[in-house]
């Protein structure tokens, strides 16, 4: 009998017990609540979240293989006839030259107008060249556009104020039809208008459209 009473444990151990019991729980508990509260707050920074991936053009998010600002192609150019009226007397077509008396492709389209008519920038552009006694087209102003068109005026007289590398506008007064001269003195007062596509001549009416109207 006296054997199993001195196996019996104390009070003072089963005491010693439960606080160490109970500071054990209070230690988990305190590492727990400390864990989820800097995971939902992002306490320490140290949880390294995904980043948003950023497009290869941020300034289009929407289709990064498109440019910001596309440049118009050729095709989308929207020029303007040259002249107030539309009163076209020779296309970009093969053609009898009545000044040199000969069979010959037009390069360019004449617009019929009284001497003194304002000629206008067919779309925006930079002057690349003001030429004002040719032998043989009088005044000629070259404008260079986008893209590698550039646009050429024959048989005018340029604007006093026209200089090489200004910026016109589409619509700008660049000159005024001059008297009849040179290489196409025969067909009279008229504008002569040229387009070129990276240096090669291109029929004017695929950016103006009028020869089907």
Known sequence: MKNKERTKP???????YY??????????????????FAVRNNV?????????VEPDNPNNPENPDEPDNPVDTSTKYEFIVPVKDVNLSQAHVF???KTLDR???????????AAGSDVFAAVDGKILSVVTNDRLYGG???IEHANGVKTVYRYI???????EGMEVARGSVIGKVAAATGAENAEGDHLHFEV???NVMTDPDEYLDIVSK
């Open 157 to 163: 007289d340029p604007a006093e104020n026209l200089k």
């Open 19 to 36: 606080l160490i019991l109970a500071a054990s729980l209070l230690v988990i508990a305190g590492i727990t609540v400390g864990v989820v």
């Open 10 to 16: 104390t009070k003072k151990k089963i005491l010693t």
């Open 103 to 113: 069979y010959c492709l037009h390069e360019g389209m004449d617009f019929t107008c």
């Open 44 to 52: 320490d920074g140290s949880i390294d979240l995904p980043k948003p």
């Open 196 to 198: 070129y596509k990276n």
């Open 95 to 97: 053609y009898y030259d």
């Open 140 to 142: 000629v102003v070259t």
